[in-house]
């Protein structure tokens, strides 16, 4: 046995365990410190505020249909007036919005999410504007009032996300516990890009080039004292998609966290809730994951050979995770929690690249995107 690895493999095991545990811990320290945030004042909505929905769609001919009618049910039990709009990327799915009744439809070249949402605000006269995806399913069913209501109380209003499959309906739910920690210790920006609602009139455009388009719009009010909630109550519903779809999801999720928002933690840890999303997702992202891998790497020489088998096991995990094995095969809960780990590693491998190898810009702005 090597002493020496034994001490850095519980080191390292001990500094990525201790992610799970930050959401929990910076949510006491806050509550300790009860120090209050600065909140700017919150315009008045009146007592039935419009609606305008605004689904910027690329690819999405077979599910926006559906997503369409599933907005236009839910919003009949809203008393105010509403409505919604899909600003499609491509002819397919402004074609298949049409057809299922969506109140109006902006087809225009691919130029990026952001730049969509940007074009389908910019359009609307609405009071409140909310964002969703395609591909999903909003609920509980009197969503509209729910957001309504909050936002009496927050200047932006995000949701959690569930998942059907694909054997990571864990993690979804301990993310959805650590934001309702966050919230109780004061608030969380840990937003979701597939359902975001704000006053029209506090709106920010998000750059066209940003990766992580909802975390900037959320950090940007935070920084200027607007009140972002996490609704628990609020949440939506999407199946997963398949290895590779996912993997290229979670490289652009990470890339942009270690791109645009570890820049910007001096800024964070001026506000409670920056400080938290720190704890939350920033730790996990760098200091978390090196130490998965350095424990990984040291346990691999502790007691061989039984302990050899770590470090290839997890690397086996994340080429599985990637799809590079088996692109369509539904992974084990544990196999899928070890794969997520190789994530970090491989976006800041890509940051590297692309900084010290730039390429021309590409044709279109956005990440491959499968159709759907």
């Known amino acids: 046995m090597h002493k020496p690895a034994l001490v ?3 080191a390292g095991g ?4 201790a992610g799970l545990v930050m959401p929990t811990l910076a949510a006491a320290l806050e509550r300790r410190l009860a120090a209050p945030a600065p909140a700017a004042p919150l315009t008045d909505l009146g007592a039935r505020p419009s609606i305008e929905v605004v689904v910027p769609a690329y690819l999405e001919a077979s599910t926006v249909g559906e997503c369409v009618r599933t907005l236009h049910e839910a919003l009949k039990g809203y008393e105010g007036p509403s409505s919604v709009t899909v600003v499609a990327s491509d002819p397919g799915t402004a074609a298949a919005a049409r057809e299922a009744g969506a109140d109006e439809v902006v087809e225009t070249g691919r130029t990026g999410k952001p730049a969509a949402a940007n074009l389908g605000a910019a359009r609307s006269t609405a009071d409140v504007l909310v964002f969703t995806d395609a591909n999903c399913v909003v609920g509980p069913a009197d969503w509209p009032q729910r957001v309504v209501d909050d936002l009496r109380r927050a200047h932006l209003v995000s949701a959690n996300k569930q998942e059907r499959g694909r054997g990571e ?8 516990r650590a934001k309702e920690q966050l919230v109780a210790g004061g608030g969380s920006i840990s937003v979701v890009g597939e ?3 704000t006053r029209r009139t506090d709106f920010l455009p998000a750059p066209a080039g940003a990766i992580l388009d909802d975390l900037w719009l959320a ?3 935070l920084l200027r004292d607007r009140v972002v909630l996490v609704d628990p109550e609020l949440h939506t519903l999407e199946d997963s998609a398949g290895n590779r779809e996912q993997w290229g999801r979670r490289l652009r999720i990470m ?6 928002m570890v820049p910007r933690v001096p800024e964070l840890v001026t506000r409670p809730a920056g400080r938290m999303f720190v704890a939350h997702k920033l730790y996990r992202a760098t200091v978390g994951a090196a130490g998965f891998w350095v424990g990984a790497a040291a346990a691999s020489v502790v007691a061989p050979p039984v302990t050899l088998v770590a470090l290839p096991a997890a690397v086996a995990a994340g080429a599985a995770y990637a799809g590079r094995l088996a692109p369509d095969a539904t992974l084990p809960a544990p196999v899928a929690a070890l794969g997520m780990q ?4 491989a976006a800041l491998w890509t940051t590297l690249v692309r900084r010290l190898r730039p ?4 044709a279109t702005t956005g990440w491959e995107k499968i159709a759907r």
Do not use: K
């Open 14 to 17: 001990a500094t990525f365990l």
């Open 8 to 10: 850095v493999a519980a």
């Open 255 to 260: 890339r942009g966290l270690l791109e645009e």
């Open 219 to 221: 950090v940007e009010y």
């Open 342 to 345: 190789a994530v970090p590693p």
């Open 195 to 197: 359902f975001i609602a």
């Open 169 to 176: 309906g864990a993690f979804w739910r301990y993310e959805q």
């Open 359 to 362: 390429r021309p810009a590409p």
